[in-house]
């Protein structure tokens, strides 16, 4: 019997049996093995497409085993550090690091932001959401105002005359001599 080749639409001819029985299951038929294998690959999409897809997969990869990676990570550094060649590093860029802090330190309003941002960092370090280093800062600051209006210890003392009137220890002791008599 002949046909057409479902790949390459050249004729070929088959047994009334093979073309019967591919039509009873609703196969197609061609007219060889590289035909056949041919037509079961299926096209690969673009390589924009293919990258855009590998890369959603990464970052849903990279969400669902952070801390998997991490450790990887760390391992990894460990077993391939070399303390030497990082101290080296380290050493070559000091000078360059202290004249950066020198200069961002000696400009009064840079060093007022650095000042707030640093209370700001730790407060989040160590209350974690914004809302609550924010607050934390708030109340150090509520706390500051209320030590400078209350009065300290010597002003406290100062006010009920321990200090000052003229009065000094010496005084003091004499009085007391003289008004047990």
């Known amino acids: 019997m002949s046909l057409l080749c479902a790949h390459c639409n050249k004729?070929?001819?088959r047994r009334a049996a093979y073309?019967?029985?591919a039509a009873k299951c609703g196969l197609p038929l061609y007219c060889d093995r590289r035909c056949a294998g041919l037509a079961r690959?299926?096209?690969?999409?673009?390589?924009?497409?293919?990258r855009a897809l590998k890369r959603e997969y990464d970052i849903k990869y990279r969400l669902e085993n952070r801390e998997y990676i991490?450790?990887?990570k760390r391992e990894d550094y460990q077993a391939?550090?070399?303390p030497v060649k990082e101290r080296r590093i380290r050493k070559a860029n000091m000078a360059r690091h202290v004249a950066y802090c020198r200069k961002y330190y000696q400009d009064p309003k840079r060093k007022a932001f650095k000042v707030a941002y640093d209370k700001y960092y730790k407060a989040k370090l160590l209350y974690g959401d914004n809302y609550w280093a924010e607050c934390h800062v708030l109340l150090v600051k509520l706390e500051k105002a209320v030590r400078e209006?209350?009065?300290?210890k010597y002003e406290r003392a100062k006010a009920?005359?321990?200090y000052g009137n003229g009065r000094t220890t010496q005084e003091r002791k004499r009085n007391a001599k003289i008004s047990r008599w």
């Open 70 to 72: 991490r450790e990887r």
């Open 80 to 82: 391939h550090r070399d």
């Open 19 to 21: 073309v019967n029985r």
């Open 41 to 50: 690959r299926t096209e690969k999409p673009p390589l924009a497409v293919r």
């Open 149 to 152: 209006l209350e009065p300290n």
């Open 160 to 162: 009920r005359g321990y």
């Open 11 to 13: 004729p070929h001819g």
